[in-house]
């Protein structure tokens, strides 16, 4: 009985120990997908922010342009107009930039998709998310059963005060 236990163990560890990794490196992506879209976020308000001085600006050189008489009134539409394509024309430059920014970020995050889709939906991966949704995943994961104990980072069943060993249900 022992060894069926200890066998048992064994492939879990080795299921746990092979896709432990991509679920951490998978968070990683996750968080920095999240970063770099905050990034571009602030980056797309400050060119907002940008845009609306230039239309200030181009508001107050036509008040200026208007009041003077010795500029005429095509040419302080002309003026506003020049304003107005410079605003829009460093907003659409910030836009891309942004855009460019992001999407070389995800495109990567994006190109691991249907690979991890692909484990998730396998034997394999539906048995973990079984056993995660138990809530075993995270005792096993931290070596919490009773009984067990860590031995120069390794988890080992023993038996508890009672002689029994304990275990979990099967996903």
Excluded at 26 to 34: P, R
Excluded at 61 to 74: A, G, H, K, W
Excluded at 114 to 126: D, F, I, N, R, V
């Amino acid at each position: 009985m022992n060894k069926d236990v200890e066998e048992i163990f064994e492939n879990i560890r080795d299921v746990v120990a092979v896709h432990q990794d991509d679920v951490a490196a998978m968070g990683k992506h996750v968080a920095q997908m999240k970063s770099e879209l905050q990034t571009v976020g602030l980056s797309i308000r400050a060119l907002e922010e940008a845009s609306r001085k230039a239309e200030a600006a181009g508001q107050r050189i036509t008040q200026q342009l208007t009041e003077e008489p010795r500029v005429t009134r095509d040419r302080a539409k002309m003026w506003v107009g020049l304003s107005l394509v410079a605003a829009l024309l460093f907003f659409a430059a910030g836009g891309y930039a942004g855009w460019r920014y992001a999407q070389d970020g995800v495109t990567a995050e994006i190109a691991q998709l249907p690979e991890l889709a692909k484990w998730a939906a396998s034997k394999e991966g539906k048995a973990v998310y079984q056993f995660a949704t138990q809530g075993d995943l995270q005792r096993l994961m931290r070596c919490q059963g009773d009984g067990w104990k860590v031995k120069n980072g390794v988890c080992f069943p023993f038996s508890n005060a009672k002689n029994e060993i304990q275990g979990w249900r099967m996903p």
